[in-house]
Each structure stands twice: as structure tokens, then as C-alpha cells.
């Protein structure tokens, strides 16, 4: 029986939008709206969803980079969103997060050994210099680096070297629980694979739990136990990986798959083509929000906005016509 690390409760982020001679807020940006979801020790759940459907908000707002607007995030039990500031530094040991920009999230000035040590100062982790060294040159190994690469500076090394910096970094302070904000989408696609292995590895290792944040829905079904879709700042459908290829029910899921070129040119896939852009976060449309692009949308649809339905405790989506 798998046990639950992570609960997220209803969830919101609303960014306001101030305007005027006052700055008094005009509007505000539904960037995640009531998301709920749990995900167990040692599993990692898939976040897709179009640019701007909110995944880099939800996952920073976990660690409260960014502060939810309502709603509970529970870790091993303990709501984190009403922590204090010291109670929260010593939550950020157990949550990490890695980016999708390797280079951006480095320090051009300081060397790979001052980089991953940094962290274990701040929470008195390897104290000492012997102690240091030995914990230095066992993460480097664990990411793959060799040894000699604790003297030298980010710009010395590639974008998938400089993503095990960021990954040795994150696993300095021995976390349980990493966000990989689209850790790969950066980096050439030979090099996706080695580091996707790396983090995969590591967790089974290490019994680390991910939320993997991605584009490339591919990476995302090889890496992940179970897959969410946001659209929008909502969930709208959640599901094994096994099964939000071949059995998706919201046509969002579907239409989002079916554009996955298969290696196996005698399948043929049937491609969904969404029509129109993405709504605004601004001013989502009414009812569900994906009904102006849908192919089945009804009356119903644009009317009401869907309720969660289960069809398991793996599978469950918000939509009032399903596939
Ligand atoms: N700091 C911010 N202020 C205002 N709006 C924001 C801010 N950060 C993100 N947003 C908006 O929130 C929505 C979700 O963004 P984001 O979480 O980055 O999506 P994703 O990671 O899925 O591309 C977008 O419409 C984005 O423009
Ligand atoms: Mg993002």
C-alpha cells in the first residue's frame, strides 16, 4: 500500500493586475484555479498542459515561491501554507525544485564545489571540511560528474552537465520530494534522454518523489506513474500514464495526444487539430473552459462548469460529455 507524501487541496493563484493613478487592481490572472491532487512516496506525477495553463505556478507555489491565494498543501501530513518563515526553511530541506534553464539558475561566479555547498551551509549539513569534501565528491558522483568538475565554473561545462549541477545542488540537502520544472525542454534532444535516466535513477535510489513538469508529452509518459493535464489553470483530467494515451476522456487529453507522432508509420492516429488560441487566464469562458474549442462542447457545456468524476482513484476528469 503506497503511502501519500503529497496533498495538494484546492489550490489558487490569482496574480491581480493594478492599473489606474491608484494601482488599485483592475483584474486578475486565474494562473491555477481549486487544483487538487495527491501523489505518493516514491511516484512520480506527470504536469501537462499548453504554455500558460499554469504548471510553473502550481509547482512553484508547493514550495511557496510563490504564495498560493487559497487553498492547502500538505506535506506528510502537516499543512505547509500556514508555516512560518522558520518552519518553512526547514520544509525547503525536504522540497526542492530544478528549472528548466540550467544556466540562468547557477552562479557564473562561483565554482561547482561553492554551488552544491552552498545549501548544505545554509542548513548545517556536512559540517566541517572533511565531511564536505566527502559529501561534495559523493553527489557529483551520484549525478555523473567527474570529480574534477567541483574547481570549475558553469560556463566550463554543457546544458545537460550544468542540469547535474542543478540536480546535484537540489540533492545536497537531502530532499524528498523534487518539482522538476521542465528540467529537459532546454537541452538537445540526445542529451534529454541521459538526464531523464539520471532522474530516474536517482529516485530509485535515493526513494525520491517527483512532480515533473513537462512539454514533451512523450518524456512525460516514460517518466511518470500517473499524468495530469491542466488547461487553463484546472485539472481537468488525471490518469495513468498507461492509460492518457489510449483512454483519455477529456478531449482535451485526447486532442493534447493525438499529437504525438508514432514511430510506427502502419499506425495510423487519428489527429485532433484544435481549433482557435488559448482563452485568457484573464477571462476564462464561461462554463468549461475548453468548450470554445472543443468538438463535443453542448449546451451543458457552456453553461455549467463540469464537476470531478472518478472512474478509479487513478482516473478521474472534469468534463460533461467524455470520449
Ligand atoms: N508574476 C505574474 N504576474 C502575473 N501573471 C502571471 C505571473 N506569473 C504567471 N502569470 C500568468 O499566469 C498564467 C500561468 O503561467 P505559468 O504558470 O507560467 O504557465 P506554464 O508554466 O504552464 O506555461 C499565465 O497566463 C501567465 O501569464
Ligand atoms: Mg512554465
Keep these: 500500500m503506497s503511502e501519500c507524501l503529497l496533498e495538494v487541496k484546492n489550490l489558487t493563484k490569482r496574480f491581480p493586475i493594478k492599473g489606474g493613478l491608484f494601482g488599485r487592481e483592475v483584474a486578475s490572472v486565474k494562473a ?13 506525477l506527470g504536469l501537462v498542459g499548453e504554455s500558460g495553463c499554469g ?43 530544478i528549472f528548466q534553464d540550467p544556466f540562468a539558475s ?42 574534477d568538475a567541483l574547481n570549475k565554473y558553469p560556463h566550463e561545462f554543457s546544458g545537460g552537465q550544468r542540469q547535474r549541477i542543478c540536480i546535484a545542488r537540489a540533492l545536497a540537502v537531502e530532499p524528498e520530494f523534487i518539482v522538476c520544472d521542465e528540467p529537459v525542454s532546454a537541452l538537445d534532444v540526445s542529451v534529454q534522454a541521459q538526464v531523464v535516466n539520471l532522474l530516474m535513477d536517482l529516485q530509485k535510489d535515493l526513494g525520491l518523489t517527483y512532480l515533473f513538469i513537462a512539454h514533451d508529452l512523450k518524456v512525460v509518459e516514460f517518466i511518470s506513474d500517473r499524468v495530469a ?66 468538438w463535443k462542447a453542448t449546451d451543458k457545456c457552456r453553461q455549467t462548469y463540469p464537476e470531478l468524476t472518478h472512474i478509479s482513484e487513478n482516473h478521474k476528469f472534469k468534463c460533461h460529455n467524455p470520449l
Excluded at 491555477?32 to 511516484?43: L, P, Q, R, T, Y
Excluded at 511557496?64 to 518552519?87: C, H, M, S, Y
Excluded at 484544435?274 to 476564462?284: A, F, H, K, R, T
Design 32 to 44: 491555477v484555479n481549486d487544483v487538487s491532487f495527491k501523489i505518493n512516496k516514491g511516484e512520480t
Design 55 to 97: 504548471k510553473t505556478t502550481l509547482g512553484r507555489s508547493l514550495l511557496r515561491l510563490i504564495e498560493p491565494t487559497a487553498g492547502e498543501v500538505i506535506f506528510n501530513g502537516q499543512d505547509i501554507t500556514k508555516f512560518n518563515a522558520t518552519q518553512m526553511r526547514e520544509m525547503r530541506r525536504k522540497i526542492q525544485i
Design 106 to 147: 547557477l552562479n557564473p561566479r562561483m565554482t561547482v564545489g561553492g554551488i552544491i555547498s552552498e545549501p548544505m551551509e545554509i542548513h548545517n549539513l556536512a559540517v566541517g571540511k572533511d565531511a564536505r569534501q566527502k559529501r561534495l565528491y559523493e553527489l557529483i558522483d551520484q549525478v555523473q560528474l567527474p570529480k
Design 229 to 294: 493535464v491542466m488547461y487553463l489553470g484546472n485539472m481537468v483530467e488525471v490518469a495513468k500514464s498507461s492509460e492518457i494515451y489510449g483512454n483519455a476522456k477529456h478531449p482535451y487529453t485526447k486532442a493534447l495526444f493525438s499529437a504525438i507522432p508514432t514511430p510506427n508509420p502502419e499506425v495510423v492516429v487519428d489527429r485532433i487539430i484544435l481549433e482557435g488560441d488559448i482563452p485568457s487566464p484573464m477571462n476564462p469562458p464561461s462554463g468549461c473552459h475548453f468548450h470554445p474549442r472543443c
